[in-house]
């Protein structure tokens, strides 16, 4: 039911994105940066994080980082980019024993994804569907005593339409819906971190979704500034078995959880 309603709310946003497409000059005289065949962009990204587990734990906080990206279009539009964000959050949860605990953590995310859409013209506007793959890679570390790293890895496949539109003034507006197809996840507990003869499980995550929306404000001369928010929501992982000095012990999971992120990008095309 959840990835029911999670592609409605995507099929209502794709409608959205068409809807509200402002009106202006015949295409081409206010946009010919977006739909240069080839364009590079570089820019800096800010974004608040908020991660949240099903057993009262959670991480919030902001990031900052980096940005790159290439584009070519000729009617069929391929898309690559790649985000690095670095980022001290707070943690709020409790240490294996469970013992409350509020901490520090350093984090940091890479994510790399390449798409695949067509552009369909109108006089006035770009409407282009597409499809692609994601690789999201997390690095989780809480800075406490009985602290430790995590790894999270993401595959998925971005599925949405991008719209673009001129504006006055040479700026154009583009809008981004997408759902987020997810594969497969995976998360490595560096438990041998908090005690002594653990080994280090690595838990398979199989069920969750994700979604995106953005804003694109792009000027002629290359500038863009791109507010976005976005959504995971993962089901509870697989069980892997917890051994101390080689003896099993038990097993370890990792617990449901979602993600909310609201973000800003800032930059330049070329």
Not at 6 to 23: E, H, K, Y
Not at 88 to 110: F, K, N, S
Not at 138 to 165: F, Q
Not at 204 to 226: H, K, M, N, P, T
């Amino acid at each position: 039911m959840t990835r029911v309603r999670s592609i409605c709310w995507v099929v209502c946003l794709l409608a959205m994105a068409g809807t509200f497409l402002p009106r202006g000059p015949a295409f081409g005289e206010g946009m010919p940066r977006v739909t240069s065949k080839h364009s590079f962009e570089f820019g800096l990204s800010t974004r608040y994080i908020e991660y949240d587990e099903d057993i009262d734990v959670e991480w919030d906080g902001f990031m900052y980082g980096l940005i790159a990206g290439y584009t070519y279009r000729d009617k069929v539009m391929l898309h690559t980019s790649l985000e690095y964000t670095y980022g001290e959050l707070e943690y709020d949860g409790r240490t294996q024993g469970g013992t409350p605990l509020e901490a520090d953590t350093e984090d940091w995310i890479v994510e790399w994804r390449g798409l695949v859409g067509y552009d369909a013209m109108t006089n006035e506007s770009v409407v282009t569907p597409f499809v692609g793959i994601g690789y999201r890679y997390w690095n989780d570390t809480i800075e406490a005593t009985g602290g430790y790293e995590r790894e999270i890895v993401y595959l998925y496949s971005p599925i949405g339409v991008k719209t673009m539109a001129p504006l006055s003034a040479g700026w154009t507006l583009g809008i981004t819906a997408e759902y987020d197809l997810f594969w497969k996840g995976e998360v490595k507990s560096h438990l041998s971190d908090a005690v002594i003869g653990y080994n280090d499980p690595e838990n398979d995550q199989d069920s969750g979704y994700g979604l995106r929306f953005s804003l694109s404000f792009r000027e002629q001369a290359g500038l863009f500034i791109e507010p976005y928010i976005a959504y995971w929501d993962i089901d509870r992982s697989d069980l892997a078995r917890l051994t101390q000095f080689g003896i099993p012990i038990g097993y370890a999971y990792e617990p449901g959880n979602d993600t909310t992120i609201y973000g800003l990008r800032l930059g330049w095309t070329y």
